[in-house]
Structures are given as C-alpha cells and as structure tokens.
C-alpha cells in the first residue's frame, strides 16, 4: 500500500494558504463567484421530479436572486423504500433548467461510476453520507470540477477539513465546504445546526463555506432564521431548499420552503450582509 507523507501544513488550511479561495462556476458569459467576499445563494428543489417542475422552480428562485440552481437526481435516502431519485433523466431535466435559466447547477453524485453523466454539471455535490467515501473523494480529486462537500452528520471539523484534503491533495482546488447540521440528542430538529463551525472554518481554511439551513433544521419554518444567522456568522453563502408545493414534494417537502417564502429570506439576507460586510 502506497502511503502519503503528511505535509507540514494541510493544503487547505490558512496557514497554507492565507487569501480566501474564489472559485467560478459556470459558464464565461453566466459565472458565478464563491468564496471571499461574494456570497452565493443557491436554492431549487431537493430533488428533480419532473422537467417542467425543476424549471418552474428555477424561474422562479432566479427572480428572487438565486445564482445557482440545485436540484438532486441521484438520492441517497435513509430508507431504501423511500424515493430514490429520477437518476439519469432527472440529471437531463437539471440540464434542461441550466439552458433556460441560465443558472450554473449543482446536484448530487452517490457514486463514482455516475462520473460520465456529470459532465454538464457545474458543481458536484458529495451529500453528508459520503463525506468519508475516499475513494469517491480520490476520484473527485482527479477532476476539475467544482465539488460541493457537505459535512457529516459525526464528523468533527478536522474529519470534515481531511476530507476536503482528499480532494485538494488530488489535484482540485475547487472544493467548497457546507455545514448542513450535525447529530445531536435534539429531536426537535431533523440535525443540529452548528453555527460556531461557520466562524471556525473560515478561520481554519481558505476553501468557501456555505450554510444549509434546510437539512440543518428539517423544518421550513427554520430555515429563514438558520439563513440569517449562518449569513451574520460569515458564511459565503446558503443553500435552500424551494418547492412551490412543498405538501406534494416527493422528498422533504416539510423543509422546503416556498419562491415568495425564498423571496422574502433574499431580501432579508442583503439586508445581514450590509452590517456584517
Ligand atoms: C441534499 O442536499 O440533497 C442532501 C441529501 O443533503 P445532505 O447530504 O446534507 O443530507
Ligand atoms: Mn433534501
């Protein structure tokens, strides 16, 4: 087995690299920069359901200031019995919304041989479950796509940043890291969002850092106060889930909030960032 000398200084820490890293996502004529000063917003379904919706709703959270549109077709679930996603042709309708938005996308990969079929994609996004799949790091490392890494559910921050160093080390600087709630005792939430470790990421690495209220709390109601809170706590930006009938989504609907919902949470958010720029 090969082994990897550990180098003085992680790559992705500040003592490394001391500027925030910018990535663009994105197209030339419709980029889109994450990291440093710029805050991103990202919203859409959590899953695709049909070619029709997934553009409806990125109409929809374009208007109200979204730059990236989100939208997952691979879905890992907790319950094998729960639905698993509109795979390939749900990633063809995401595309579909990418040209008639004109919004970068980003959506979620479960496995690496899916790799081939994210060639369009703007930003991949490794979910909470597969933060330690390395393998899938490793691959991810030996692109030069964007990747999206959300953290998981027991993993420390040193776990989480070791991770993102799988793929930094790999050879792709692209890597933007999302707090997205932690386990906890709490059951009144679906996770726990940890606030703190919006400030103490930014301070321990150059990578972005965004914040997902919506799986942090679980509860659509949450979500505009988590968005505020993680926007004062110095994230780059947010990731929301939008439906336009959050009762009828066919995957987490009760944390999906609605486009005016969504609106009014963007608005309030330029808002935070002009006392905390
Ligand atoms: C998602 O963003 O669709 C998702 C499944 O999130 P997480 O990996 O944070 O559970
Ligand atoms: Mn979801």
Same mark, same amino acid.
């Given at each position: 087995?090969?082994?990897?000398?550990?180098?003085?200084?992680?790559?992705?820490?500040?003592?490394?690299? &001391?500027?925030?890293?910018?990535?663009?996502?994105?197209?030339?004529?419709?980029?889109?920069? $994450?990291?440093?000063?710029?805050?991103?917003?990202?919203?859409?379904?959590?899953?695709?359901?049909?070619?029709?919706?997934?553009?409806?709703?990125?109409?929809?959270?374009?208007?109200?200031?979204?730059?990236?549109?989100?939208?997952?077709?691979?879905?890992?679930?907790?319950?094998?019995?729960?639905?698993?996603?509109?795979?390939?042709?749900?990633?063809?309708?995401?595309?579909? &919304?990418?040209?008639?938005?004109?919004?970068?996308?980003?959506?979620?990969?479960?496995? $690496?041989?899916?790799?081939p079929l994210f060639?369009?994609?703007?930003? $991949?996004?490794?979910?909470?479950?597969?933060?330690?799949?390395?393998?899938?790091?490793? &691959?991810?490392?030996?692109?030069?796509?964007?990747?999206?890494?959300?953290?998981?559910?027991?993993?420390?921050?040193?776990?989480?940043?070791?991770?993102?160093?799988? $793929?930094?080390?790999?050879?792709?600087?692209?890597?933007?890291l999302c707090e997205r709630?932690?386990?906890?005792?709490?059951?009144?939430?679906?996770?726990?969002?940890?606030?703190?470790?919006?400030?103490?990421?930014?301070?321990?690495?150059?990578?972005?850092?965004?914040?997902?209220?919506?799986?942090?709390?679980?509860?659509?109601?949450?979500?505009?106060?988590?968005?505020?809170?993680?926007?004062?706590?110095?994230?780059?930006?947010?990731?929301?889930?939008?439906?336009?009938?959050?009762?009828?989504?066919?995957?987490?609907?009760?944390?999906?909030?609605?486009?005016?919902?969504?609106?009014?949470?963007?608005?309030?958010?330029?808002?935070?960032?002009?006392?905390?720029?």
């Open positions: 087995m090969q082994e990897n000398k550990t180098p003085d200084k992680l790559l992705v820490s500040r003592e490394y690299r &001391a500027e925030d890293t910018v990535i663009t996502v994105g197209e030339a004529s419709a980029a889109v920069q $994450i990291g440093g000063d710029r805050f991103v917003i990202i919203a859409g379904p959590c899953t695709v359901e049909s070619q029709e919706m997934v553009c409806r709703i990125g109409e929809a959270v374009k208007k109200a200031g979204a730059m990236v549109l989100r939208g997952g077709a691979f879905k890992p679930r907790t319950s094998p019995y729960s639905f698993q996603g509109k795979e390939e042709e749900g990633l063809q309708w995401l595309l579909e &919304a990418k040209n008639l938005t004109g919004l970068p996308v980003v959506s979620e990969i479960t496995s $690496i041989s899916q790799l060639a369009e994609v703007d930003i $991949i996004q490794v979910g909470s479950r597969n933060m330690q799949n390395y393998e899938l790091l490793k &691959a991810l490392g030996k692109t030069d796509k964007p990747v999206l890494l959300k953290r998981g559910v027991s993993a420390s921050l040193p776990d989480f940043l070791l991770s993102a160093e799988y $793929i930094v080390a790999g050879g792709n600087p692209n890597v933007i709630g932690i386990r906890t005792f709490e059951r009144e939430t679906r996770n726990t969002p940890d606030i703190a470790a919006i400030p103490l990421l930014r301070q321990m690495t150059h990578l972005p850092v965004i914040s997902d209220p919506s799986h942090a709390t679980g509860l659509s109601e949450l979500v505009a106060p988590l968005a505020l809170a993680a926007t004062a706590a110095g994230a780059n930006g947010i990731m929301i889930e939008v439906h336009d009938h959050p009762a009828a989504a066919l995957c987490d609907g009760r944390q999906s909030i609605t486009p005016s919902e969504f609106a009014l949470l963007t608005e309030k958010i330029s808002n935070i960032r002009k006392i905390v720029q």
